[in-house]
C-alpha cells in the first residue's frame, strides 16, 4: 500500500511531499492494533522537532491524525477488539503514514469513536482538540470568572479552544486575521465578548483588551505566534509583538506561546515578575513523551471525542478530498495557503 512522507532536504524549504509504498507489518505486537484508515487529517509537519529529536530519517510520515475500524489486535491488547470504531494520533516515533489503508499502532495512542460521531469531525478536531486542552486545562489552570484572549479564533484550534472555554464558564476575547475571519467570529455561538479586528490599522489590540477588561487586563493569552522582528514575512506581520502580550496580561496571568524562538529581555521578565504572570510554551507533544502520562492522554482524548459527539466542540471544517489530492493539500498546509485538510479513504 501507498502513504505520505515528507522527504526532508538540507532546509525546511527544501522538504518535499512524496508518495512511497509501505508495508504493514503482518504480526502484531503485545499491545498492537491494526487499524483500517477511514479518514485522515492533514496538519503542518514541524521539520525542526523532528531535527531535534534526531529521529535520523529521511522520509518523515505524514497524516497522524487518524480514525478507523479495528482489523486485529495484539495478544496483550485489553481496551479494543476487531470492528471497534477509533481515533487517535499516531505517534511522533511512528515509521508509517496515516494515508495508509490500515496502520499499526499501540493501543495506548487510540480511544473509541461515539457511534454519533463522523469519521471526518473525529480526525479533524482530535488534535487540535488536545492542543485546546492542554493550553486551558493543564498549563494555564482554566476557571469559571476568567477572561481568555485567543489570538487567530478563526483558526481550527482557536474555534475549539472559545468552544472549550464557553463550556467551562469563561469570558472570551478573539482576534481575527481578516475581515472573513471577523465576520465569522462575529456569528459564533456562543458568542464571543468582543472580536478584535487585528486586520484593520485603526483597531489595536492593547487598547481593546484594557477596555474590555475595565483596564485589568485578561487572565490568559492564548497565542498563534508572536512577532519577533520589525521585518517579519507578511504571513506573521498581523502577529503580536510580546510587549503588547505582557502589556494586556492581567495580575496573575497566564500566557499560553506556541512560538519556540520566544526570547524575553530582563525588563519583559520584570513586567512578568511585578504582576505574578506565568509563561507556558504549548508543545501537545509531550503526552506521547512519557509513559507516566499515559492515563491523562487517553482521559483527555476521551473526554474530547465525548464533546465532539454531545456538540458541545463543534468544529469547522472544510470539505474532505480524496486521497489522490493529498500531495497538493499537504503543500498547501506546509506553505500556510489553507489551515488544515482532511482526507477521506474511499
Given at each position: 500500500?501507498?502513504?505520505l512522507?515528507?522527504?526532508?532536504?538540507?532546509?525546511?524549504?527544501?522538504?518535499?511531499?512524496?508518495?512511497r509504498?509501505?508495508?504493514?507489518?503482518?504480526?502484531?505486537?503485545?499491545?498492537?492494533?491494526?487499524v483500517?484508515?477511514?479518514?485522515c487529517?492533514l496538519s503542518?509537519?514541524?521539520?525542526?522537532?523532528h531535527?531535534d529529536?534526531k529521529?535520523?530519517?529521511?522520509?518523515?510520515?505524514?497524516?497522524?491524525?487518524?480514525?478507523?475500524i479495528?482489523?486485529?489486535?495484539?495478544?496483550?491488547?485489553?481496551?479494543?477488539?476487531?470492528?471497534?470504531?477509533?481515533?487517535?494520533?499516531?505517534?511522533?516515533?511512528?515509521?508509517?503514514?496515516g494515508l495508509?489503508?490500515?496502520?499499526?499502532?499501540?493501543?495506548?495512542?487510540?480511544?473509541?469513536?461515539?457511534?454519533?460521531l463522523?469519521?471526518?469531525?473525529?480526525?479533524?478536531?482530535?488534535?487540535?482538540?488536545?492542543?485546546?486542552?492542554?493550553a486551558?486545562?493543564?498549563?494555564?489552570r482554566?476557571?469559571?470568572?476568567?477572561?481568555?484572549?485567543?489570538?487567530?479564533?478563526?483558526s481550527?484550534?482557536?474555534v475549539?479552544?472559545?468552544?472549550?472555554a464557553?463550556?467551562?464558564?469563561?469570558?472570551?476575547?478573539a482576534?481575527?486575521?481578516?475581515?472573513?475571519?471577523?465576520?465569522?467570529?462575529?456569528?459564533l455561538?456562543?458568542?464571543?465578548a468582543?472580536v478584535?479586528?487585528?486586520?484593520?490599522?485603526?483597531?489595536?489590540?492593547?487598547?481593546?483588551?484594557?477596555?474590555e477588561?475595565?483596564?485589568?487586563g485578561?487572565?490568559?493569552?492564548?497565542?498563534?505566534g508572536?512577532?519577533l522582528h520589525?521585518?517579519?514575512p507578511?504571513?506573521?506581520?498581523?502577529?503580536?509583538y510580546?510587549?503588547?502580550?505582557?502589556?494586556?496580561?492581567?495580575?496573575?496571568?497566564?500566557?499560553?506561546t506556541?512560538?519556540?524562538?520566544?526570547?524575553?529581555?530582563p525588563?519583559?521578565?520584570?513586567?512578568?515578575f511585578?504582576k505574578?504572570?506565568?509563561?507556558?510554551?504549548?508543545?501537545?507533544?509531550?503526552?506521547?513523551?512519557?509513559?507516566?502520562r499515559?492515563?491523562?492522554?487517553?482521559?483527555?482524548?476521551?473526554?474530547?471525542?465525548?464533546?465532539?459527539?454531545?456538540?458541545?466542540?463543534?468544529p469547522q471544517?472544510?470539505?474532505?478530498?480524496p486521497?489522490?489530492?493529498a500531495?497538493?493539500?499537504?503543500?498547501?498546509?506546509?506553505?500556510?495557503?489553507?489551515?488544515?485538510?482532511?482526507?477521506?479513504?474511499?
Open positions: 500500500m501507498k502513504g512522507y515528507c522527504k526532508l532536504g538540507e532546509t525546511a524549504a527544501d522538504a518535499k511531499f512524496v508518495v509504498e509501505t508495508n504493514v507489518p503482518s504480526a502484531l505486537g503485545s499491545n498492537q492494533v491494526k483500517q484508515v477511514k479518514a487529517a503542518p509537519l514541524d521539520i525542526k522537532l531535527e529529536l529521529f535520523q530519517r529521511d522520509l518523515v510520515p505524514v497524516g497522524r491524525e487518524i480514525v478507523g479495528v482489523l486485529q489486535v495484539g495478544p496483550k491488547v485489553t481496551f479494543f477488539q476487531p470492528d471497534d470504531e477509533v481515533v487517535g494520533i499516531l505517534p511522533l516515533d511512528t515509521a508509517m503514514s495508509c489503508d490500515a496502520v499499526v499502532i499501540n493501543e495506548h495512542h487510540l480511544v473509541q469513536k461515539p457511534e454519533k463522523s469519521w471526518v469531525e473525529a480526525a479533524g478536531a482530535i488534535r487540535d482538540g488536545l492542543r485546546a486542552y492542554t486551558l486545562h493543564t498549563l494555564a482554566m476557571a469559571s470568572g476568567h477572561t481568555l484572549l485567543v489570538l487567530d479564533g478563526a481550527p484550534f482557536g475549539l479552544a472559545i468552544q472549550l464557553h463550556y467551562h464558564g469563561v469570558k472570551v476575547l482576534s481575527a486575521l481578516s475581515s472573513e475571519d471577523q465576520k465569522f467570529l462575529e456569528q455561538r456562543p458568542s464571543v468582543r478584535i479586528g487585528v486586520w484593520d490599522a485603526k483597531v489595536d489590540l492593547v487598547d481593546s483588551c484594557l477596555e477588561t475595565g483596564g485589568l485578561v487572565d490568559i493569552v492564548m497565542d498563534s508572536v512577532r520589525e521585518e517579519e507578511e504571513a506573521r506581520c498581523l502577529l503580536p510580546k510587549h503588547d502580550i505582557i502589556t494586556l496580561i492581567g495580575v496573575g496571568g497566564h500566557w499560553v506556541t512560538e519556540q524562538n520566544l526570547q524575553l529581555d525588563p519583559d521578565s520584570r513586567s512578568l511585578l505574578a504572570a506565568s509563561l507556558s510554551f504549548l508543545n501537545e507533544e509531550v503526552w506521547g513523551a512519557s509513559s507516566a499515559q492515563g491523562r492522554y487517553l482521559h483527555i482524548m476521551k473526554d474530547i471525542v465525548e464533546k465532539l459527539s454531545t456538540g458541545t466542540l463543534r471544517l472544510e470539505d474532505p478530498v486521497l489522490y489530492d500531495t497538493v493539500s499537504m503543500e498547501m498546509v506546509q506553505n500556510n495557503q489553507v489551515r488544515k485538510r482532511l482526507v477521506i479513504q474511499l
